[in-house]
């Protein structure tokens, strides 16, 4: 064996076996994208639960020749790769998603205050506007609506929908969602104080009325009827949503509503996670089409949040006495809690004597229930 022949074996291990010569200048801009992801979830805590898997998915599938989103020889799919097929593609994982959410939610509120729906349909105004918005900028319908979509603040929603219009766009969509809610603090703040006046939020509401166990129970039913026949394309997401939330208020099945609520939910956000992640490989996703799709999905954001408001505004013209504060309307995105929480703070700001918070979970929780429909629309319309 000759020095020669070593170093040609050497040398064809290290071009044929390793990723090191295959390193691309796009490559490594995806892996700083998906460290600055990291440390925003980590450093910041920022959404960690999701934005912490989908940096690493972006992380792992950005080094080459890593058998992870392809296909074996025999055609069975690799890793993650089965993670994106058998959990989103067959749309289980958001299914999934929203029967934790229904273990976790307390619909007490919205029961309380009926009105809230119309701000949590009033929040949905960005989806709409974007989507002609969208539209107008040469994409696709079926883009369009999974772009407008992002609006509402709802994670799984956004993953739903865009897997049965455009799959495509997934990992640019899912990510600008999902980055949008965890900065729901910094983004909604300027808007509510633009649109209200100081003597706006400085307005107190009553104390909601105590809900009964009956009515909580019948709420699921009733809400999961009316959904599913005028919009039936989002029963996977409402049913589950629903069924999750009747487990809950039932009181006899607590083993199966904890484990909804915590170790299933848990386990699905990491496969969730880490797959949307995947999707971000460089060849797909450095393009000027993601950026477009950050920047639109920041515009139906402020605009969905602007809508809310002023539905408030619109229904306070009506109402005589026990006016509602304008700053609850911008929980009308699906953005649970954190979206009701930040219209608590900034109430607080105004009037430290000012409890604002049951009363925008009620909005919160329409725009939950708002943006699913308004997905189940667009699907009834494109799909």
């Not at 022949?5 to 010569?21: A, D, R, S, W």
């Not at 009033?122 to 999974?146: H, R």
């Not at 799984?156 to 949008?180: D, E, F, M, Q, V």
Request: proline residues 6%.
């Amino acid at each position: 064996m000759t020095w020669d022949y070593v170093l040609e074996l050497i040398k064809n291990i290290l071009f044929t076996q390793t990723g090191i010569p295959h390193v691309g200048f796009g490559q490594v801009i995806m892996l700083c994208i998906a460290l600055f992801f990291l440390y925003l979830a980590v450093a910041k805590e920022y959404e960690p639960l999701l934005l912490l898997p989908i940096g690493f998915g972006i992380f792992l599938v950005n080094f080459p020749l890593t058998p992870l989103m392809g296909f074996t020889e025999h055609g069975n799919p690799e890793l993650i790769r089965a993670f994106y097929k058998y959990g989103i593609e067959w749309e289980i994982i958001p299914c999934v998603i929203f029967l934790g959410l229904g273990a976790m939610t307390d619909f007490g509120p919205l029961i309380a205050n009926p009105k809230t729906l119309i701000i949590g349909a009033g929040a949905q105004l960005g989806v709409f506007v974007t989507y002609i918005g969208t539209l107008l900028l040469g994409f696709s319908l079926k883009e369009a609506a999974s772009v407008g979509i992002i609006g509402g603040a709802d994670g799984p929603t956004t993953i739903y929908l865009t897997a049965k219009l455009a799959p495509h766009i997934l990992g640019a969509n899912a990510l600008a969602a999902y980055s949008y809610m965890a900065m729901v603090p910094l983004i909604q703040p300027p808007i509510m104080r633009l649109l209200t006046t100081p003597a706006q939020r400085k307005i107190k509401m009553r104390q909601l009325r105590k809900v009964s166990k009956r009515e909580k129970l019948i709420f699921p039913l009733i809400g999961c009827t009316l959904i599913v026949l005028l919009v039936p394309a989002i029963a996977p997401l409402m049913g589950m949503f629903m069924l999750g939330n009747f487990m809950r208020e039932s009181g006899v099945v607590k083993r199966l509503s904890e484990t909804a609520e915590n170790d299933l939910m848990n386990i699905v956000t990491i496969f969730l996670g880490v797959a949307v992640g995947a999707t971000m490989q460089a060849d797909k996703f450095l393009s000027l089409k993601p950026f477009m799709i950050f920047v639109l999905g920041l515009v139906d954001f402020v605009i969905c949040t602007a809508g809310g408001i002023l539905t408030v505004h619109i229904m306070n013209f009506f109402i005589k006495k026990d006016k509602i504060n304008p700053l609850i309307g911008s929980a009308g995105v699906s953005a649970v809690p954190m979206s009701a929480r930040v219209s608590h703070v900034e109430g607080r700001k105004a009037d430290p004597n000012n409890w604002l918070l049951m009363h925008a979970m009620g909005p919160n929780l329409a725009g939950v229930i708002g943006s699913a429909a308004a997905a189940g629309m667009l699907i009834a319309m494109f799909n």
